[in-house]
């Protein structure tokens, strides 16, 4: 009959059990034949999976794996750079339309307005800046203005999904 | 530059030195193939999952933030990878979930004496081709990659006394179904 559970030869061969219940396993090891059979059999089981050789793979991963990683790169960094460059044309277009705007005020503010009192001079521009600049958002205003941005969207998210799609297949083409 | 640990290879790779991740992949590829290879039990799938791998490593170095060791961090990307993999391929999740002991008592795909010259180093490797994939992880794991049981609960996001228990049922599988079979004098 079994003394030892599975459970406890396990945790002898592996070395969880404190030094008087290993003691005490030792112990009925050497009395009970079926118990150090069963033992000894899981120990071999335990060795022979210890030496278990690791696999090998293809001497050229490596390169594979890197072109892909050098490849990965360079795509993130053209989107980057694409990113970049229709901020920056978006930004230009808005600091032109703001730089027409303030032109045309200050203009016309000079024509009509001019009294040599800095502070109401001030204040005066900046309301005929801001009635200009809510010329934009007047209903005929905003239409050519909401048209002309979303034009650009369309243009750029255009561009910009076809560049993901090509850094995708350059991606996959160098499996 | 291969004597360096792989936290000194990971900083030069955030420096920008992306040829130094190299270094860290013939480190690792043979050891994450093992493991990948016995969870896929398919070895084209088993490269393409190491790339994809290794890939996901390598742009989530940034997250890495040596919590703990990077092996394990690695092993845990590389075994998440593989199994989202076998799942996407819809495999017959009863493989995945089914008791060892379940396994080995089907022993039609068990067929141990078709190979000739058999020994017991042929015999277990066989048995880690076709257990399920859960078991043959975490027995790869823990012999081949050579991981601690707190280590292989990290990585398979199990508690530690279910790794125990795990690897116990394994190896008790294995010895029963010597013995069941009377494998004994054959394979020693």
Redesign the interface.
Known sequence: MNKLS??LL??Y??G?LDSAAQKEVADILTDSFEDRS?YQ??L???E???????????DT??D???K???A??KAQKEQRNFILAVSSIFVFFFLIIIGVVVFTAFNSHVESHYTQNYTHDFISLLKNVGSKILLIFSPKGISIFGSILSLGILITGYFFFENLKSSRLKDNGVH | MKNLTDLEIIASVKRGN??D??II??RY???A??LV?RILKNEMDA?EV??DA??RA??GLNSFKQESKFSTWFYRIVYNTAISRVNSKKRKIENETASIDDFFNLESHLDIRTTENIN??S???NM?EKIPSNYSAL?NL???NGMSCEEISEIMNISVSNV?VM??RS??A??DY??KNDL?KEL?
């Open positions: 599975d459970e396990n945790r061969i592996d969880d069963r059999l899981l071999t089981v335990h022979q999976l210890k030496k278990t050789q690791e696999e090998f793979i293809s991963f490596t594979r794996v890197m892909k990683v050098f990965r790169k | 992306q040829t991740y190299a992949i013939d590829k043979n050891k193939f093992s290879k490269e190491l790339q290794f890939l390598f742009n017991f180093s015999f277990i490797t880690l027995l823990f012999y081949i125990k690897l116990h190896r008790n294995l010895r010597i013995l004994l020693i």
